[in-house]
């Protein structure tokens, strides 16, 4: 049995952000699934869309991701139109020097990577030639996927031949498969978890490899005197799964090199509107003096230690969901600079409160404010839905007879 696992549209996740249980993912997670299987019987390949923009914090995740690759084995990488326009255009793929190869579809002045791959194996005694190609429907004519195939002479070589598509389009998927040469077509990725089209029972096999690397998909080939079998699997990178240190200590470099980056101090700011700012929880103790005692004994409260017990505390991406107005301007901005505005408080969900505690409260606290669903989305609080009730009795801070359902 020969396997192949496929990731890819990483889209820059790193890891599980690990604010709530349950969560899926982590580049240091993956190598438990790889190793299930001997290497000399399985082949490693990332389908592309590595990261999704060219912000900085983006193409410093470029390079982690890469050097992931490379610690976590990868036999091949496919770099998609985006990936290469990305990487020639901020100079990244000129600093690749990885041991795994590299194909892609997409050529640009100076970048000449190849379209396709080849490895054989010896699986069953049986001598197999695995060919992985990358074709891009839109700059070339569906002919040219015959000569990403080459016609296998020798009796004695069994070929298992995949296609990287940039298309789902099932009208040009059918042209492809009627040349009779492709047995797996890989297609875009449309939600996090791998999905496989059609019958699995028929060939070729059509399936798409999830987002985020919440999954790994795994296809085993089964070599039989006939054509070769073909059993597709989506695996999970639970919680539950070892971490492998060298990819830790990784993750520690990117945490390093976003902080000396000093992405959260350049983090864009918005103008509040009307003048308004941000004052800290502290200013609207005195006049609400039961709901600030009952509300700092509650977790959002004591939110950006949370950060800093796991080094993410420098972090824009994590940070935004465990200050007050990081968005904004006279928002969060760092400890030093900003201290009063740590952790989750009252302006979060009550809107900026300067005009408010100027008025004696008489003024009404206004827009923006921030909802539950901001921040507990299905990526960082995988729990919360279905769970919304129970997740609002757990920030009771005002008074009898208000109860959660009442609260706007």
Not at 291 to 311: D, F, N, P, T
Not at 325 to 339: A, K
């Amino acid at each position: 049995m020969l396997t192949i696992f496929f990731s890819g549209n990483e889209l820059g996740a790193l890891k599980p952000c690990g604010c709530s249980g349950g969560q899926l993912g982590g580049l240091d997670r993956r190598l438990a699934v790889f190793n299930s299987v001997p290497k000399q019987k399985r082949l490693v390949v990332d389908t592309g869309m590595i990261i999704e923009a060219d912000s900085e914090q983006n193409l410093i995740k470029f390079n982690i991701i890469i050097e992931a690759f490379r610690l976590l084995g990868y036999d091949l990488v496919n770099l998609t139109k985006k990936d290469i326009d990305i990487g020639k255009n901020t100079g990244l793929l000129d600093i690749i020097d990885s041991d795994f190869r590299i194909i892609s579809s997409h050529q640009l002045s100076g970048v000449n990577f190849p379209a396709k791959f080849t490895k054989k194996f010896c699986i069953e005694n049986e001598a197999v030639a695995v060919t992985i190609a990358a074709f891009d429907t839109n700059s070339e004519p569906i002919e040219r996927v015959y000569q990403l195939f080459p016609l296998v002479d020798c009796s004695n070589l069994r070929s298992v031949d995949i296609l990287i598509l940039n298309t789902a389009d099932i009208v040009d998927i059918n042209e492809i498969a009627k040349m009779g040469i492709v047995d797996c077509f890989i297609i875009p990725a449309d939600s996090d978890e791998p999905s496989l089209i059609g019958d699995p029972n028929k060939s070729p096999l059509i399936f798409s490899v999830g987002r985020f690397g919440r999954y790994i998909s795994k296809l085993q080939v089964e070599i039989t005197e006939d054509k070769p079998k073909y059993g597709f699997s989506a695996v999970p990178i639970t919680e539950n799964l070892p971490k492998e240190n060298p990819l830790v200590e990784l993750y520690k470099s990117y945490q390093q090199l976003v902080k000396e980056a000093n992405l959260l101090e350049n983090y864009p700011h918005f103008i509040l509107p009307d003048g308004l700012e941000y004052t800290g929880s502290q200013s609207c103790k005195s006049c609400h003096e039961y709901e600030y005692g009952k509300w700092s004994q509650k977790v959002h409260a004591h939110a950006y230690a949370i950060l800093e017990e796991v080094g993410s505390q420098f972090d824009p991406e994590c940070v935004i969901c465990h200050v007050v107005g990081m968005e904004y301007e006279s928002g969060f901005v760092s400890e030093q600079e900003t201290n009063h505005l740590k952790n989750v408080g009252c302006e979060n969900c009550h809107g900026p409160g300067s005009e408010h505690n100027v008025t004696l409260g008489k003024a009404k606290t206004t827009e923006p404010k921030s909802t539950c669903l901001d921040c507990h989305t299905p990526e960082t609080s995988s729990e919360y839905a279905g769970n919304e009730q129970l997740y609002l009795e757990k920030i009771i801070h005002w008074k009898e007879p208000n109860t959660p359902g009442n609260v706007k």
